[in-house]
């Protein structure tokens, strides 16, 4: 019976020391941020040659990235953003692409073989399928990225305009 009591004891100072590290020891995340994130399109596409919205976000905070490496969110996601910084608008950097209309991936059915490598490149997870079974892709969820192109080694991949 001592033995649990003693236990008891240390599993509560343990959880307190966790507690008050929690309170005291916890991230704050910069509200400029998620204001940032908000007017970016979440395409997740590296276009902007961050490894999603949310690190292009941050970098733009913290002044390491120029507001027009964007091409998902246009001329129109450059302005958003000035506004918000309180910047000069200014055209899109052509170097990281050119701004196009929302489009989402098609799965030509006859064409798919199965081979998974669409679903591994997605960084939405908007295909769905098995090995050696036809692919499918969630319309909604797709942000037409473009990047479950170039590893289908079958072409059976169209982006088509919304």
Known sequence: MLAF????????????ILG??????????????DKIDA????????????PGCRPYAAAIAKGEADINQCPPG??????????LLGLQAKPLNPELGIAK?????????????GCTLCIQACPV???LG??????????????GCDLCLPPCPVDCIVMEPI
Do not use: W
Not at 5 to 16: D, E, H, K
Not at 20 to 33: E, H
Not at 39 to 50: R, T
């Open 5 to 16: 009591f003693v236990l008891c004891a240390i599993f509560a100072f343990f959880g307190l």
């Open 20 to 33: 008050y590290s929690s309170i005291r020891l916890r991230v704050v995340d910069d509200p400029l941020v």
């Open 39 to 50: 007017l970016l399109p979440q395409s997740q596409c590296g276009q902007c040659n961050y």
């Open 74 to 83: 246009g001329e129109e996601g450059v302005k958003l953003l000035a506004d």
């Open 101 to 113: 209309s929302k489009r989402i991936a098609v799965i030509d059915e006859e064409k798919c073989i």
């Open 125 to 127: 997870d908007a295909i």
């Open 130 to 143: 098995a090995p050696k079974f036809m692919h499918t892709v969630i319309q909604s969820e797709c942000t």
